[in-house]
Nanobody, 116 residues
C-alpha cells in the first residue's frame, strides 16, 4: 500500500527558505515519478516539481525554476523540496504525490505560508 506522508510546513518571511520532506513508501515499480503539487485558495492546482526515480530527471514549473530544488533519497525513500527566495505567491497547500503519472497517489498536504 502506497503511503505519502509530508512533514509539517510552516510560515516564513518573503525571501526566506523552507524545506519540505515526504516519506514515500509502498511503491512496487522499479522506477516511478515523485512530485510536489500545490494549491492556493481560489487557484488551480499546480505541478511545482517532479523527479523520476529511475534516472533522476527533474521538472520544474516556470514559477519556481531557479528557486526550488527537488531531490529524492532512494535509500531512505524520502522526497524533498528545498524552497529558497520564497515569495508571497508561493503560499499554498503543498502535496507530495507519486506514481507512474506523478499523481496516482497523494499525501495529505502541508501548508506553506509566506508573509511578512
Amino acid at each position: 500500500q502506497v503511503q505519502l506522508v509530508e512533514s509539517e510546513g510552516g510560515s516564513v518571511q518573503p525571501g526566506g527558505s523552507l524545506r519540505l520532506s515526504c516519506k514515500a513508501s509502498g511503491f512496487t515499480y522499479s522506477a516511478y515519478c515523485l512530485a510536489w503539487f500545490r494549491q492556493a485558495p481560489g487557484k488551480e492546482r499546480e505541478a511545482v516539481a517532479s523527479i523520476w526515480t529511475g534516472n533522476g530527471n527533474t521538472y520544474y514549473s516556470e514559477s519556481v525554476k531557479g528557486r526550488f530544488t527537488i531531490d529524492h533519497d532512494n535509500a531512505k525513500n524520502m522526497l524533498y523540496l528545498e524552497m529558497n527566495s520564497l515569495k508571497s505567491e508561493d503560499t499554498a497547500m503543498y502535496y507530495c504525490t507519486g506514481g507512474e503519472t506523478c499523481k496516482d497517489y497523494w499525501g495529505q498536504g502541508t501548508q506553506v505560508t509566506v508573509s511578512s
